[in-house]
């Protein structure tokens, strides 16, 4: 699909600021993936779709969660972790995306997982320090996507986990396996 059809279909799923959100991740992943030796046209259409369910209903998310046997963990943890794994199923189902990297980057851009793949990688790099982010830390994480991905993720996980606690509120299992992994180096 060519980029221009892929943001007018984002375009007319999402609100104004969060697609302006979805233009700065697309620059900063396709920069990492030149960056990086990824596949820049993956980087550019994961980036793309990477919120495509965010503004669905939290019941049509929780139904595809159960009729289509995804983790029903997630539905336990808040609503934020939804629109991953529930967005990577309706750009396949909807979108026709086929492509299961692609996908894959979709799925774990919110919680990451142990042994991610370098396009996963940079899609959650990307979503937490595009342009338009402005949180506490970001700016660190920014300047160490510059040179080492691994310690990028790491912190920005680390960061992710400190904002849960802060709140009392629940960390998924994936997301602390995630830091875990990397923390421990494992291969
Ligand atoms: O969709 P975005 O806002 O662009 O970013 P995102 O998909 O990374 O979602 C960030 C939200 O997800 C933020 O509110 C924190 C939440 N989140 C991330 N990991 C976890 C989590 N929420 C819970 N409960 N548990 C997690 O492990
Ligand atoms: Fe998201
Ligand atoms: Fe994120
Ligand atoms: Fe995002």
Redesign the pocket.
């Known amino acids: 699909m060519d980029k221009e059809k892929a943001l007018e279909i984002i375009k007319s799923q999402l609100p104004e600021k969060r697609y302006i ?1 979805t233009l700065g991740v697309v620059e900063t992943a396709v920069k990492l993936a030149n960056k990086y030796g990824a596949n820049p046209k993956k980087a550019e259409l994961a980036a793309i779709f990477h ?1 495509y369910a ?1 503004y669905r209903p939290v019941s049509e998310m929780r139904s595809i969660v159960i009729e289509h046997k995804m983790d029903p963990n997630i539905l336990k ?2 609503r ?2 939804l ?2 794994p529930v967005g990577a199923f309706l750009v396949k189902k909807e979108v026709g995306i086929e492509d299961e990297e692609t996908l894959n980057g979709i799925r774990y ?3 990451g997982r142990p042994y991610m793949s370098l396009l996963e990688k940079i899609i959650y790099i990307a ?2 320090i595009e342009p338009n982010r402005t949180f506490k830390g970001v700016e660190e994480v920014r300047v160490l996507a510059e040179e080492d991905l691994d310690l990028a993720l790491v912190t920005s996980i680390a960061n ?2 400190h ?2 606690l802060k709140k009392q ?4 299992p ?2 602390l396996a995630t830091y875990n992994h990397l923390i421990l180096k494992e291969e």
């Open positions: 959100h919120d965010k943890y808040g934020e972790l629109h991953a851009h919110t919680t979503d937490y992710t986990v904002f849960l509120q629940p960390v998924f994936d997301t």
